[in-house]
């Protein structure tokens, strides 16, 4: 049973008034999303949803530190950028605020880590397009779904199973295991300097170590490697190119290649691997001087933000597509 309906947010947060807000209720499960839309949702003729990553702070929020206020927010849009005829829409995870005004910084409450699983995430947003196209966009010409970080490996699991998204958006993900991450970060350090061979080795036996402790302890909340429970890390250590060989609407993968998050090595399996299985719907772009965020490095060393350029190029082969 699905109770579809608008959520209210706290007032202390209305400031942030450019998107409204719903909740439904899906297998006892209840599901936020949020919406900017330039005019009525359901005037729109196509969808923009977008996954985020692996952050457990609200959208936006509000706190003090020292005596300074700041705003936080991981919402990494320009509003202003998305086009007219679109909804854009954002999900919250469980047990996650959309916006939070307090004394002090958000801290995600245990019971969010409990569901904190590839599975659950992607059932989340199956379920949410499933809500728009049921309750507030019927037939829409486009369903665009980007998925950014962990959202990579969301957005990889949902193509494979939602029929209705029409363009999907891979962006800073890896194409093998997060796991086989770590190996290559290790052999990156040797192959540079930073480590001798030996210390690389000792690292690497070290790494499998863990690993197989995290398989042993798969359901835990408490034992935490990297500030994720064990519980996360078994969950999404499922190779995204496994999903994305599935998805046969036009697909575009972004990648900065001075990512240091995420190895491009890794992302390279994609292309491959597409090659090798004679599919034709993928689109690969690497931006050389980007980050995993899409922040170029000045030789001040300062950032600049290229967010908008990655998300402006893609909505262009959108539209060709």
Aim: hydrophobic share 35%; charged share 25%; proline share 5%.
């Amino acid at each position: 049973m699905i109770l579809s309906g608008l959520l209210s947010v706290h007032a202390q947060c209305e400031k942030i008034n450019m998107f409204k807000h719903f909740t439904f209720v899906s297998n006892n499960d209840t599901i936020n999303y949020h919406v900017y839309s330039k005019g009525e949702v359901s005037s729109k003729k196509n969808i923009l949803l977008f996954i985020h990553g692996s952050s457990s702070k609200p959208f936006y929020s509000f706190f003090k530190e020292n005596g300074i206020r700041y705003r936080g927010s991981t919402m990494p849009f320009d509003l202003k950028e998305i086009p007219d005829d679109y909804a854009f829409f954002i999900v919250s995870k469980t047990y996650i605020p959309f916006c939070v005004d307090s004394k002090k910084e958000f801290k995600a409450p245990e019971v969010y880590h409990k569901t904190m699983t590839l599975k659950h995430r992607a059932y989340q947003i199956d379920k949410v397009i499933k809500d728009i196209l049921t309750n507030y966009i019927q037939r829409p010409k486009r369903i665009v779904v980007i998925g950014h970080s962990e959202g990579s490996d969301v957005v990889a699991k949902v193509g494979s199973i939602n029929k209705e998204i029409t363009h999907v958006g891979f962006w800073s993900g890896s194409g093998n295991s997060q796991w086989y991450d770590f190996p290559l970060f290790i052999r990156k350090d040797v192959l540079t300097g930073k480590l001798t061979e030996e210390e690389g080795l000792k690292q690497m036996d070290s790494l499998f170590v863990k690993y197989k402790e995290i398989v042993k302890n798969k359901d835990s909340i408490h034992k935490k490697w990297y500030g994720h429970p064990y519980k996360r890390w078994y969950y999404f250590s499922e190779p995204p190119i496994e999903n994305l060989l599935q998805i046969n609407v036009p697909l575009y993968v972004a990648m900065g290649a001075k990512d240091i998050s995420v190895p491009i090595e890794s992302t390279y399996l994609i292309p491959v691997e597409f090659i090798r299985n004679k599919k034709e719907n993928l689109t690969f772009k690497v931006y050389p001087n980007l980050d995993h965020s899409f922040n170029e490095k000045l030789p001040n060393g300062k950032k600049k933000r290229h967010w908008n350029t990655v998300f402006l190029d893609f909505m262009k082969w959108v539209k060709n597509n």
